[in-house]
């Protein structure tokens, strides 16, 4: 796709970033994410993937909740479907955020994961905040095997932090950018760390090899 001359002044800041540049920018344009999460962490994201141009649909048949209001819902939106409130406002935040069915999956923990990648899990452990991420190519097993000893994430303005690195974690992703399987913690005041991926038993057996 080539960018009109609106979009080219929407995301001037980001195709002005070698890394992104315009071809990364049609990228993040085509490739959709599907969001899974209803708490700060998951709001975050989409409000920073919208705005960045990565249309954004929701999933999931959760409601919103009293703790949803912030970013993109509002008091009137509690107990509405999230995928519904997320159809509504993302237009708002950015027409060629529009998503339709597809794309990669970013969600809160506890999630089922399906679908193409990328996958990025918002997750915790009670003190600290992580992503755990998944490109095309990473191990589904040892993706599975790591978010699964993870707990929800966290909330307030850790949550906040958390989504806005999940977001930037999913665009590194749809740009081709960084390894294909990883996690990092997030500690206040904002410190990050790696998070040392779990493994499944046939990479742990290839690992062990000679």
């Not at 999460?37 to 989409?46: E, W």
């Not at 923990?109 to 600290?128: I, K, M």
């Not at 190519?137 to 000893?149: A, L, N, P, S, Y």
Request: charge should be neutral; include cysteine; proline fraction near 6%.
């Amino acid at each position: 796709m080539a960018l009109r001359e609106d979009q080219i002044l929407r995301y001037s800041r980001q195709i002005l970033l070698r890394v992104v540049g315009g071809r990364g920018q049609e990228a993040l344009l085509s490739g959709g994410a599907r969001v899974d999460g209803l708490g700060a962490s998951g709001l975050t994201a989409t409000a920073y993937l919208a705005g960045g141009g990565t249309p954004v649909t929701g999933v999931g048949s959760l409601t919103m909740g009293p703790w949803s209001p912030g970013f993109l819902a509002s008091a009137r939106d509690v107990g509405q479907p999230v995928a519904e409130v997320l159809a509504r406002v993302v237009p708002e935040v950015n027409p060629d955020a529009a998503g339709t069915a597809g794309g990669g999956l970013l969600a809160e923990l506890p999630a089922a994961w399906s679908g193409e990648a990328p996958w990025v899990a918002l997750g915790g452990d009670g003190a600290r905040g992580a992503v755990v991420f998944r490109g095309a190519d990473g191990c589904v097993w040892c993706f599975g095997e790591t978010v699964r000893h993870l707990g929800t994430p966290p909330d307030g303005a850790m949550g906040v932090a958390l989504g806005a690195l999940g977001a930037l974690v999913f665009q590194r992703l749809r740009l081709g950018m960084g390894p294909s399987l990883g996690g990092r913690w997030l500690s206040a005041p904002g410190a990050m760390t790696d998070l040392e991926l779990r493994r499944c038993s046939r990479c742990a057996a290839a690992e062990a090899k000679p």
